[in-house]
Every structure is written in structure tokens, then in C-alpha cells.
């Protein structure tokens, strides 16, 4: 029971291996797709067509062969229930061995063999009474006088025959239709056989569907060289990147200029300058309200449909840039596959026309029914020595009388009717024995047979789990391959229309939990190809162009209207060098406490938001000179900076005083290397500015974009650098930077009108036709319906057909053996009659012979 349950399981087990698979498998196909292979396809196929062609539909009663399971079982499976009452296999074997060895078990289902045995022994008897010799042993009482029967005796004798005649003939029908009925069980286990072999290999596209071996390993050789480095695939791929490079590119430098300009409005050394001898006390903050516009600048790129081209570009370049790992990986399963394949070449020997099962089937469908009709015709061959016994006797028990002999008032009995009424009674010995023992040794077989069929029509998850003891099977409680899961899903669903994926049934990690392995093949291969192309072809039904995007437009308006010197403002602290109090009292120059180091008065407007005006420096220069006697310029590079000569007589001296080491500390503010001003530069280090980038519309190329091949790197790119500046520098750097965020705005739209179709059309095509559609395919083909199927057409086949048929052609042979017995008794009694006639005849005349012979005195 053990061994074809577990050939069942390991063959199953097989069929999951086919998940290992799932993407490519080993380069040289040839060593997977052998001529054996499409040999064993082949044969399949035609021993289908010949076999299942020529069979009607399997009409099974289930019920009724459940019973006859139960019947050949003696009642109830021991082996079944050895296994479920044992704690090891070992345990399971000696139940077994003991439930066999029981005078009941045997009794029940040997009987035909003890009925043999009984047969031989009455014959010996009966055989040693039917010499002359011993006569005296001959059982019975014996008539005195030879006496002819009357006709109601014979018709009685008669009758008592015709019964043995309808017992052998209902016999010899019945085992006539068993083994009928056996031979369409073969050939139906031969079709599932073939049926099955036919799907495991070349699959099945009917319902339940199953990809097959050999379109699997097509389908994986297709993808396993399209990721080859020389591939067509792999050319054509790197091409249409080539080709849709500038995307990406354009990608990089929007994202190069958003950090430049994050960077230069959050540097610490920006937003609280100091020199040498210490704080500024000056706070550059206000750009800072920046960073929500700015990340919602970069939030819109993610929905925007150059993000979308972007993202598809790198989901594809990703998968084929590791490609190589997953070929490795998944090459290491190709041993798996060539052992399934092994596995699966054994079944040639059920489709091969010139292989021993081929043969076996032959000989069954012709021999079968050959040894029925030779039992039966010799059945009746003695059968008709007795019609011809009893015929002769009901015809002519007696011959004529002759006149001549002295002794003719003596009835002259036929000898022929108890000579062949002998040779059949004594000829029936052989059927009789031989059908017994047949019998015998067919219902011993089917026996254990039914034992296991009753088993594989039983068998479910629960019946499994509690046979595991029992069988010495450890089954996986979590995670791997399961067994129970297999039965369940697979070989005995609940729902017959039910057609799983085996890779259901295997789980694998992700990282992070245990999921189905079809999830996560869905997950990391196919999956995030989906999702770009899709979130990409929705982004292309949009119209809305990125330089129009009211993010970025309203970021830059920003940037070109709010200078970045408006934003320092100074920020006195109760220890500063400023005393805020005097300049609080005075309401024209308290203004120097807000006043940036910008020339004009500024009025920022955020997002379309309209903020405070911001006073600058021109501001506080004119109400300096009321209170002044005169001022001179500064040498720095803010023109506007004066240096003011407080008025005594003013009466304001002591807040001009202040107001002046405010302006003292502007003018150091305005000295180089305060601030950090992050900008582009060429391959030389020299600074250059995105914003005169060049495009030309007959070569779809740019220049002048500050893009060159980077040290160590294969690809062009761009390069920023931190250095000290003034803040007159950093305030173009950053209005030069917001010019070349609009520039590349408008290249963005560009290359997505030029590079767009070509990644959503051929990028899209040449990873579905090579890659998606391929695994998918192979996926979703990993089907188990079909098992349930092969398992129900050979429970039926073997079990409800097949040994139920074989144990009624047995149960056949015994019943004609019975009444071949019944026959043989029967014919024993006439022949008993008419020989004591003849012998008492015979007697007669011979004491008549020797009365004539005395002479008279």
C-alpha cells in the first residue's frame, strides 16, 4: 500500500517542481527537449487515438463497485485500518500480517480453494468405490432384483441434471461478462494512462487546461535566450533605451536642479550667515517656506506622465539587469526538472505499442475472455457427457430381449449409460479443481487489491494526516510543499470543477512573510512591469505638460520675483552687538530691524499668496539721511550699502548709532565667502549653467547642457559643486537655476513627446511578447485538474471496473464449479443406479447359468 501511494505523491510532487521554472531554466534546451521526449509525446498521442478513440464513455456505478470493493475485502479493509491503528510502518505490517494469517480473513475470502481440497478429497473416494474391486464400499443401500425405472424417475433424473445445466451456464456468463467487463476496465486505465502521459507532455488546452512539459520548456527556452546578452530581445532592448535615454536624462537633471536649489535655500551657512569674528545676526528663512512648494513640485513629477515614461523605462532596465541572477537561480532547478522528466519517461511502458503493458494489454483483452469461454465450454463439454448418459439411459435403459437364451425374462440393461455417465462424472474433477483454485487465487489477489482501491477512493487531507503514523510519513505542518494540500486541491477536491495552481500550493519568503509562489512570481516579475506601462499609458491620456504645471510655474515666479537677498532679515538676540530697544523707540529707523540686504523693497508672493513687504536697504538708506550729515559707499558689491555720518543735532544720535552697526553688519554680510552657492559644472570644474541649454529639432539632440561622461561612470550625467560665494552670487545661482528649471520643464515635455510612444508601444511589446505574456503563460499554466481527472478515471478503470470484474470472474468460476460439483453428484447417483442394474443383471444370469448347467438326475 505504501510504495503506489507514495509513487502517486512523488509523481505529484513532481508536478511542482514545474514552479521552479516559473521564468527561465538552464541555456541549451536541447538537453531538456531530447528525442525521447517528443518520442514519448508522440506515442502518447497515438496510443490515445487508438485506445480512447475506440472506448464509449466510462459509465461507472460507483456505488455499486464500492460494494463490490467491500465484498472482495471480506467486509472491512485491514490494511486500512492497520495503518490508522499503527504508530509506524513497521507496526502497519505486522497488523497487517496478523489480520492475514486469521482463520476468518482467510476462510472469507479462500473459500473456492478450501472447496478445491474437499473436491479432490471426495473424488478420491468416489474414484476408489467405482472400482469392482471394491464394490463392498460403495455407500448406500443396494437393490436385490435389477429393475427397470419408470418414466417419472427418469424426468426426475432429468430434471435434477437440467438444474447443474442452468447453474454452469449463468456461471460461465457471468464469468463470460466479468472478464468482458475487466478488459474494458484495462483498456480505460490504458486511455487515462495515455490521456495523461499525452497532457504531462504536450499539455492540455481543454478544460481542465495544463500547459505540458515540452510547450513549458519551449516557452522557457524562448525567454531563457531573449535575456541572453547577444539576444535579439536584448539588442532590441537596449536599443529603444538608447533611443529613450534623454528621458532619464532629463529625469536626472530635474531632480539635480530641485536638490541644487533645496540645497542653496536650506545651507546652514545660508540661513544663518556668520564670518570669522562670528554671527551676522541675520536670519535668510524666508526661502525656506519654499520646501512644501518645492516637495510638491517633486510630488507632481510621480503623477506626471515623463515620471510615468521614467519608471517604465527603469522597472524594464531593472528586470534586464538582473536577468543574469535570475537565469542562475533558476538553472540551478533544471536537475529537479530532468529527474520529473525521468520520472515521467516511465510511463512510456503504458504507451509504447511495442512495450511489455502494450503487450499485456493484448494478451488480457484476448486471453481473458479465451480462458472464460475454454471453462465454460469444458464445463459443458461434461455437461453434454451426462445429457448423453442420460439420454441414452431415458431412451433405451434396456436392450431387446433374445429369444434363444433360456434367461430372456431378464432385463438386458444398456451398459452404455453408467459408462458415460462414469467418464463424466469423473472428467467433471478437473474443472472442478482448476475453477476452485482459479477462483481462489483470484479473490486472494483482488483482495489486497480492493484494500488499496477502497484507500485511493477514500483518500483526503484527514485521511492522509491520519495514515501519516502509520506509513512513516512526516508531513511539512507549514510553508514548502504539502502533500495534504496536494490531495486536497489536486487529486480530491471538493470541487471537481476545480482546477488549481500548483503554485499555490508552494510557499516561498518574500523578505518579509511566507507567500504563494505564483504571488511571488506575479510580484517580482510581472507585476511592476504592469503597473509602470499601465500608470504610464493612464499619464499619456492626460494633456498636461510639465512646464505648464502650476507647481513648478509658481515655483519659479517665486524665484525670479524674490530676489534671495530680500530674505535676510536681521534677528538680534538680548546679547547681540544691536541694541533693539534704542531702535524700537525710534519709529523711522526701528525699520533697520527689518530690513534685508536687498537693494528695492520686495513683496514676496508664494503660490499666489501675497505676503508682508519686505523693506530693503534703499529704504533705510532715506531714512538714514534724516538724521545724518552726509554718507559715502561702501567697497563692497551691494552698491546700495552706505556709510552715514550720525547728526548730533538731530537729537536721534544714539538710534542712528545703531542703526549704523546694523548697516556695519550688512556690510559684513556682503563680504565673499559668507554664503555656499551649489551650482552645475562642465568636465573641467568650470561653472556652467543648464539654463543655455540648446535644442535641435532635426537631430532631437541638446546642447550646451552642461552634461558629460563622469570619471568612472559609462554614462553621461551631470555634476554639481559647493563652494563659498557672495550673496550676490548665491542670488544668481539661485535665479539662474530657477531659468534652467524652466528650461528643462520645457525639455521634459520634449523627449516625453519623443521617447513617449516609444517606451508605451515597442518597450511595452518586446517585454510582453518576450517576457510577460511567455512566464505568464507558463505560470497560470501550472495547473492540477487534470490530476483529479487521471485519479477518477483510474480509481474507476482499475478499481470499479478492473478488480471488481476480476473478483466476480473468480466468484464466476466458483459458482460454475459448484454446480459442477452439484453435476458430478448427480451424475455419481445415475451412474450408481445404473451400474448396481448391469452388475445385478449380470448376476442373475450367471446363477441362472449355472442352475441350467447342473444335469438331471
Known sequence: MHQPNMRLFCLAGWLCALVLACCCVPRGMSQYIEAEDTELAAQAAAMKADVCGSLEDQEVDQEAGREGLQSLMGGSNIVLEAILASKSADDTTDAIVEDVVDPGFIISIGYPILLAILTLLLYVILCYTSYPCYKCCRCCCRPKEPAKHTV??????????CVSVIGIIVGGSLAIAASSKAVSGFDHVTCTAATMTDTIMSGSTSAPTFIG???????????????DDNSDMMTEFWSI?????????????????????????????????????GSLYHECTTLQTLTDPLDAARDSLKGS?????????????????????????????????????????????????DGFFYAVREQLGSQAMVSSLMYTFGAIT????????????????????????????????????????????????????????????????????????????????????????????ELPESGGFSIQQLIGTCLAPDDPSLNANMLDLVM???????????????????????????????????????????????????????????????????????????LLGDDDLKTALETSMSCPDVTPDINGTTTATISGIDSLNTKMANVSTGSVATSTTTTCLKEWTCDPASGRAA??????????????????????????????????????????????????????????????????????????????????????????????????QNAGNVINVDLRALCYAYIVTPVLSIIDGIRCGFMAQTWDGIINGLCFEGVVAFG??????????????????????????????????????????????????
Open 152 to 161: 417419472k424417475a427418469k424426468v426426475v433424473c432429468l430434471l435434477l441434471l
Open 213 to 227: 512539459l515540452i510547450p513549458m520548456f519551449r516557452a522557457i527556452e524562448g525567454v531563457d535566450n531573449s535575456l
Open 508 to 582: 516561498t519568503s518574500n523578505g518579509t512573510e511566507q507567500v504563494t509562489t505564483r504571488a511571488y512570481l506575479e510580484a517580482t516579475i510581472t507585476a511592476p512591469l504592469d503597473l509602470a506601462f499601465d500608470t504610464l499609458a493612464t499619464a499619456m491620456d492626460s494633456s498636461t505638460t510639465m512646464a505648464g504645471n502650476s507647481q513648478f510655474t509658481s515655483l519659479v515666479q517665486f524665484f525670479e520675483e524674490t530676489p534671495f537677498s530680500s530674505t535676510c532679515i536681521p534677528a538680534f538676540s538680548d546679547n547681540s552687538v544691536v541694541d533693539a530697544t534704542v
Open 241 to 277: 533605451l538608447d533611443k529613450t535615454q534623454s528621458i532619464a536624462d532629463v529625469n536626472t537633471l530635474l531632480a539635480e536642479i530641485l536638490d541644487a536649489l533645496s540645497s542653496n535655500i536650506g545651507h546652514a551657512s545660508n540661513t544663518n550667515p556668520s564670518d570669522t569674528a
Open 655 to 752: 538710534a542712528c548709532a545703531e542703526a549704523k552697526k546694523v548697516i556695519a553688519l550688512k556690510e559684513r554680510l556682503a563680504q565673499p565667502g559668507i554664503f555656499k552657492c551649489k551650482r552645475f559644472v562642465d568636465a573641467f570644474g568650470a561653472p556652467c549653467d543648464p539654463k543655455d541649454m540648446v535644442y535641435n529639432t532635426v537631430t532631437k539632440t541638446w546642447s550646451s547642457d552642461c552634461m558629460f561622461t563622469q570619471a568612472g561612470s559609462s554614462t553621461d550625467g551631470w555634476q554639481t559643486e559647493e563652494a563659498s560665494c557672495t550673496i550676490v552670487e548665491l542670488e544668481d545661482t539661485i535665479t539662474n537655476l530657477a531659468a534652467a528649471l524652466t528650461k528643462t520643464l520645457e525639455r521634459f515635455d520634449i523627449e516625453v
Open 808 to 857: 466476480d470472474m473468480g466468484k464466476s468460476y466458483f459458482v460454475t464449479s459448484v454446480f459442477l460439483v452439484y453435476m458430478a453428484l448427480v451424475l455419481y447417483s445415475f451412474w450408481r443406479m445404473s451400474i448396481d442394474n448391469v452388475n445385478l443383471e449380470a448376476k442373475r444370469r450367471h446363477e441362472l447359468a449355472k442352475i441350467h448347467a447342473v444335469p438331471s438326475s
Open 305 to 353: 506622465v515623463g515620471e510615468a515614461i521614467v519608471n517604465a523605462r527603469s522597472s524594464a532596465e531593472e528586470a534586464m539587469n538582473s536577468r543574469a541572477d535570475i537565469q542562475t537561480s533558476l538553472r540551478s532547478a533544471a536537475d529537479a526538472m530532468k529527474d520529473f522528466k525521468k520520472q515521467i519517461r516511465s510511463l512510456k511502458a503504458f504507451v509504447d505499442p
Open 382 to 473: 461434461v455437461l453434454m457427457f451426462g445429457f448423453c448418459a442420460m439420454g441414452v439411459y431415458f431412451v433405451k435403459e434396456v436392450n431387446k430381449a433374445d429369444n434363444n437364451l433360456v434367461d430372456d425374462d431378464i432385463p438386458r440393461f444398456n451398459k452404455t449409460p453408467h459408462r458415460i455417465a462414469c467418464c463424466a462424472w469423473s472428467c467433471a474433477c478437473l474443472p472442478i479443481s482448476s475453477g476452485c483454485i482459479l477462483a481462489g487465487l483470484m479473490l486472494v489477489i483482488a483482495a489486497p487489491i480492493a484494500c488499496m482501491c477502497d484507500i485511493m477512493d477514500k483518500l483526503s487531507e484527514d485521511l492522509l494526516t491520519q495514515m501519516s503514523a502509520g506509513l512513516d510519513m
